[in-house]
């Protein structure tokens, strides 16, 4: 899969740039893995912060592999992905698809480019025969929670102090969208 997204701007910048969206291949895990590194926000992550990754970073395994991940690419460069995946092994629910995993570069947030992953993730949804698509989010996480809800999730769901993150509990909020 690629598609290519217009209007989308490179930070700093009033030159339009071109956003990419594309499948991961096998070669992309050592720049996923800094990618993921570079988006660690206490907002969206309830692990702690990793170490650097290492130039040779391993990405993917089992769980994770390059067919699950739709990267955004700006200008060629790698800004953004999303991961799409069963959200079991169980033939009773392989019509869902669930979001687990979106980081965009702090350098192009607010830019277009999770929307943009979001929208091409849905397409896929769709493409596999998938009649709803979910997710976790943070309660707290305020940005993409509005992202979410204006691209049509709904609040199916909320675990109440869920986790304990730096003093605070916060409710892990379950979402969805039928396709």
Do not use: K
């Not at 989010?137 to 509005?146: S, T």
């Not at 609040?155 to 969805?176: C, I, K, N, Q, S």
């Amino acid at each position: 899969m690629s598609t290519t997204a217009s209007g989308s701007t490179t930070p700093g910048s009033t030159t339009p740039g071109r956003l990419v969206v594309r499948t991961a291949e096998s070669g992309d895990g050592p720049a996923l893995a800094a990618l993921d590194y570079r988006c660690w926000s206490r907002l969206s992550d309830v692990q702690e912060r990793p170490a650097p990754p290492a130039p040779d970073a391993v990405f993917y395994d089992e769980r994770h592999l390059p067919e699950h991940y739709l990267l955004a690419l700006l200008d060629g460069e790698l800004v953004g992905y999303i991961r799409l995946v069963l959200p079991t092994s169980l033939p009773s629910n392989a019509h869902i698809r669930t979001i687990h995993g979106l980081a965009v570069d702090p350098s192009v947030r607010r830019h277009g480019v999770g929307r943009t992953l979001i929208e091409a993730a849905l397409a896929e949804a769709r493409r596999v025969g998938a009649r709803r698509v979910t997710l976790r989010v943070l309660g707290y996480n305020a940005p993409a929670r509005a992202l979410y809800e204006s691209l049509g999730f709904g609040v199916e769901g909320v675990a109440p102090e869920e986790f304990y993150l730096d003093g605070t509990y916060v409710d892990d909020v379950a979402m969805g969208l039928t396709l």
